[in-house]
């Protein structure tokens, strides 16, 4: 079956590099993504990469797929006090099929 | 602003009764997705349809009733038949094909007292 791991926490100093990391079972999982969820809101989307790509940048993320490994990071860059949250880790087969989230990791940024 | 709503934001049950959660989207998506998360837990599928009139069992479905007669709506009811209902529920809903992504509401928090 699908499953998805991630370490529950991270704490990191503000302007540091954060490094979340995850591994996932599915060799058949085409899409990875990245969710943040602030206290009490929903999940917003940071990024997402297809399985046949090895890397993709958004201004302060970098996402690195080793599908051989099936392990997939999150780093941002220059952490702010505004990037606390928990951070989830998702696969999915398709567009319209279900994610397999893993269990987030809780991120503190310390000023 | 096109989006996806959950309703209420917070809901207190009495034990013994059922209670339905709402979810609507106006982003023309096809599939819909309930799930459940609760703390150390992640999130967890509890239903999700990928067409109007029809839906599939997740995980933890036991417990769970849900509905697609609109394209923009997934309700989900939650029984008495649901043990431990007290959770936080998140409704998502995605577009089938490639280079999509699922947008999720703000959630729904439920109380049994």
């Known amino acids: 079956g699908e499953d998805v791991e991630q370490s529950l926490f991270l704490s990191v100093r503000e302007g540091d590099s954060s490094v979340i990391n995850c591994t996932y079972t599915d060799s058949s999982s085409t899409y990875l993504y990245w969710y943040k969820q602030e206290p009490g809101a929903g999940l917003q989307l940071l990024t997402y990469i297809f399985s046949n790509m090895d890397m993709k940048q958004d201004q302060r993320l970098t996402v690195l797929l080793n599908k051989k490994d099936k392990h997939l990071s999150l780093r941002i860059a220059d952490t702010q006090t505004g990037d606390s949250a928990i951070y989830f880790c998702?696969?999915?087969?398709?567009?319209?099929?279900?994610?397999?989230f893993g269990k987030g990791t809780r991120l503190s940024v310390i000023a | 602003d096109g989006g996806i709503t959950q309703s209420p934001k917070y809901l207190f049950r009495k034990e013994g009764q059922n209670v339905t959660l709402s979810c609507e989207q106006n982003?023309?998506?096809?599939?819909m997705y309930w799930y459940r998360q609760d703390p150390g837990q992640g999130l967890r599928l509890i239903y999700y349809s990928q067409i109007v009139n029809d839906f599939q069992k997740g995980d933890i479905a036991e417990g769970y009733s849900v509905s697609r007669e609109k394209k923009e709506s997934f309700p989900l009811t939650v029984t008495s038949a649901q043990k431990n209902p007290t959770a936080f529920y998140l409704c998502?809903?995605?577009?089938?094909?490639?280079?999509?992504?699922?947008?999720f509401g703000q959630g729904t928090r439920l109380t049994v007292v």
């Open positions: 998502a809903s995605s577009m089938a094909g490639v280079d999509t992504e699922a947008f």
């Open positions: 998702a696969e999915s087969l398709s567009g319209n099929t279900p994610l397999v």
């Open positions: 982003l023309n998506h096809d599939a």
